[in-house]
């Protein structure tokens, strides 16, 4: 059995991913990827996800400026564990929710220490896009994040309050030496 390993997005996965988005999806997570549309089109989705360019982050908000993205899988063997997304720059909108970094490992293989390794790894490729210091958003309640950013040398920044267009959100800065 290999490590677990940073990855494009692959072809060779698609069973595996698709698996994952069901499991997200029964965990009320990841619903506005259509999970029937990927499982149709997966060579198309992959391909959207691969572009050289970087993707254009998918806002939230209709009228938010569009950003480009980095888009990594944590795979182990023919396993995909999880994602980063590694926006190459953060505009108003994901300055209070999202920025430079999102990440998440699929339920199934939670509390197995992979988020650890998922945002270590990923560090080189956020310090390759010549960002220096990376803004991580999260929920306040979520512990289980805050662990790992801090394990990975992520310091708070503040908590914003929530608004009628926001929720809460903690702020971590990490720092790459």
Known sequence: MSASKLVKPSLEYRES??????????????????????????????EDLCD????????????????RETVLWLVKDTDYIGFVKIRHRVNWHLERFGGHVSFSIRPS??????????LQRALPSIHALGIERALI????????????????GGTLQDQTSATDRFPAQMRFWIVYD
């Not at 958003?137 to 990975?152: G, K, L, Q, V």
Request: glycine letters at 8%; proline letters at 3%; a negative charge.
């Open 17 to 46: 991913f698709i698996e994952a988005l069901a499991e997200y999806h029964e965990a009320g997570l990841l619903n506005q990827l259509d999970l029937e549309r990927i499982s149709k089109d997966y060579e198309g989705f992959v």
């Open 52 to 67: 050289e360019m970087g993707q254009h982050h998918q806002n939230l908000e209709p009228w938010a400026e569009k950003v």
């Open 137 to 152: 958003t999260i929920a306040p309640d979520n512990h289980a994040a805050r662990r790992i950013i801090e394990f990975c």
């Open 109 to 118: 293989m939670r509390g197995r220490g992979f988020g650890k390794k998922l």
